[in-house]
């Protein structure tokens, strides 16, 4: 049977099967070729995203506007903040009025625990357009796609298999950054047989259905999945490093019930207190050192550089964040692409 997404939603990688990953990686290659050559991919001519943000962006904000433009449709940008969403308008009412003007639907709704993929879902049930999670409280669905077409321009398609991976938290004193990456490379890097190293501090913990997928995902594919408490120990032998801040779990669910500025800040601020008891879990040369000599450093960016990871990491040889960062317009287009038309090559 011929693989379709079709009008399907793109809300967590789990949902999807390997097949239909396949079908994204390989039309995500496509499309970054063509782009290369100046070719024209206008397969969405006259359809219309919406991208609805309830948190800020740089790199999927601007992948999904200059990939629908590229893609020959147009996409609307739309602040939560300045809808009739921040006057209570429901999810599903707010999807039922945006499918019937448009194509596709897009969200980013990520720093509440338990309340982002809610509201996708949410959304999904009532409308008849695909819904595409630009970032939740569980996945981040579009950033690991990236991830893992860039391991697999790296490292060769065939050999992904058997891959380390160190998925480690590591220092930030900016914000308290969500869970949503962490869970989406545990998740999404057991599928293909890789062997995925999550270390964090005591307290940092992820929302435990993700940490059971990734470990029923590891039995099937023939990977493995561990958790540590030290990032030296992940690192060690890693074939990739992916050192990433996230806030405390307990912390994140309070968040639900902080509603005033003042309880948000407030939470905001207790998360980074615990952060700076852990100044050390930084992605360091020394730290390098102990991968293998091949080994290469992603993030998702933004970092925090000095915090996270040192310039001379992030900007050194063994570092392709911007190769992973450009991979997130062509997968972002091939996401759109193939769930808003039959597949396009
Ligand atoms: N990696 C990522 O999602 O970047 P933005 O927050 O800038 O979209």
Redesign the pocket.
């Known amino acids: 049977m011929t693989t379709s997404l079709k009008g399907k939603d793109y809300i967590e990688t789990q949902d999807l099967s390997l097949a239909e990953l396949n079908l994204l990686l390989e039309t995500s290659d496509e499309l970054k070729a063509k782009f290369h050559r100046g070719e024209p991919t206008v397969v969405l001519n006259n359809q219309t995203a919406y991208l609805l943000f309830f ?7 601007n ?1 999904f506007e200059a990939g629908m433009t590229q893609l020959g449709g147009h996409a609307h940008f739309l602040d939560a903040d300045v809808t009739q969403i921040s006057h209570g308008e429901t999810p599903a009412d707010t999807g039922k009025i945006l499918a019937a003007m448009g194509h596709g639907i897009c969200v ?1 709704h990520d720093l509440v625990l338990d309340e982002g993929n809610k509201y996708m879902r949410e959304m999904a049930a009532s409308c008849n357009v695909p819904i595409i999670n ?2 939740c409280d569980v996945d ?1 669905p ?2 690991t796609l990236a991830d893992i077409m860039t391991i697999r321009e790296h490292f060769g398609k065939d050999n992904v298999k058997g891959l380390k991976i160190a998925v480690t938290w590591a220092f930030a004193p900016s914000y308290a950054k969500p869970l949503s ?1 962490p869970q989406g490379l545990i998740t999404l890097m057991t599928r293909f047989g890789m062997h995925v190293s999550l270390a964090h501090p005591k307290g940092y913990n992820l929302i435990e259905r993700t940490v059971e997928s990734a470990k029923s995902n590891a039995k099937e594919s023939g990977g493995t999945f561990e958790i540590v408490d030290d990032m030296d120990t992940a690192f060690e032998n890693a074939d990739i490093v992916y050192p990433k801040s996230w806030g405390v779990y307990d912390l994140m669910l309070e968040r639900q019930n902080a509603t005033t500025k003042a309880e948000i800040d407030a939470n905001q601020q207790a998360c980074l207190e615990m952060n700076h008891k852990h100044k050390d879990w930084i992605c360091d040369e020394r730290r390098m050192g102990l991968a293998k000599k091949s080994a290469v450093y992603m993030h ?3 970092a925090d550089r000095d915090a996270e990871v040192t310039d001379a990491v992030i900007d050194g040889p063994q570092s392709i964040v911007f190769q992973e ?1 450009e991979n ?1 317009l062509h997968t972002a287009k091939a996401i759109m692409a193939c769930t808003m038309r039959e597949r396009p090559f």
């Open positions: 948190d800020k962006s740089t790199r999927t904000r992948a980013r630009m970032q981040h579009t950033q990456v998702c960016l933004p960062a997130r």
